[in-house]
């Protein structure tokens, strides 16, 4: 598969999880004391059959609901994703098109655990950035997710609680005032 396909693949993927609300298992000393569904890490089909099974419960017909009333019902149900649960289900699916086995298990990962030894290397040379890498932030309780390097610009997707849900992003690698605390590649990409 030529690189251009690939990540028109990827960018699809990705647009699936677009607008999804954030959503994550609340801890206390590391220790869940509220679940959310699939503790915030499934894959959009997942999420996706949960709300249609929901609204079919209350009667609601999704395809009437406008983009904010959907991410409303979806939080207010406690279905939606988080930055590692997204980067990780992107990972495995972009590990797919190339031929990788990615093993990882969503429900098992974090923001840190990902741009950290073992499962992944800082990439130190700025030219060497591509689809896939991590942009580790907040001291690893956050990661982007890279669609494409075009130059020094950098798009990416990741999910957050500030930015309400899944959404794009974009920066310039030179662009000193971005908060990027290294950017990491899964060994298994490498």
């Known amino acids: ?57 209350q009667n609601i017909e999704l395809k009437n609901l ?53 499962l992944s290397k800082l990439i130190v040379n700025p030219k060497k950035v591509k689809t896939g890498d991590l942009v580790r932030q907040k001291n690893g309780h956050h990661l982007l997710f890279i669609l494409k390097k075009e130059g020094q610009t950098i798009k990416y997707i990741h999910s957050s609680r500030e930015g309400r849900g899944v959404k794009y992003g974009q920066f310039k690698l030179s662009d000193k005032t971005f908060p990027n605390q290294g950017i990491y590649r899964l060994l298994l990409l490498d």
């Not at 690189?3 to 607008?19: K, M």
């Not at 988080?82 to 990615?102: M, R």
């Open 66 to 118: 406008s983009k904010q009333e959907l991410y409303n019902f979806q939080k207010k149900h406690q279905i939606g994703i988080d930055c590692s649960g997204l980067a990780t289900q992107l990972l495995i699916f972009y590990g797919k098109l190339l031929n990788k086995k990615i093993n990882l298990n969503p429900r098992r990962t974090s923001a840190d655990m990902l741009t950290s030894a073992p």
């Open 1 to 57: 598969m030529a690189r251009s396909q690939l990540i028109n693949s990827l960018l699809t993927e990705a647009e699936h999880y677009l607008d999804l609300p954030y959503m994550s298992n609340r801890l206390k000393d590391g220790r869940i004391i509220k679940e959310r569904f699939l503790g915030g890490k499934g894959h959009w089909q997942q999420l996706q059959q949960a709300t249609q099974k929901l609204a079919q419960k």
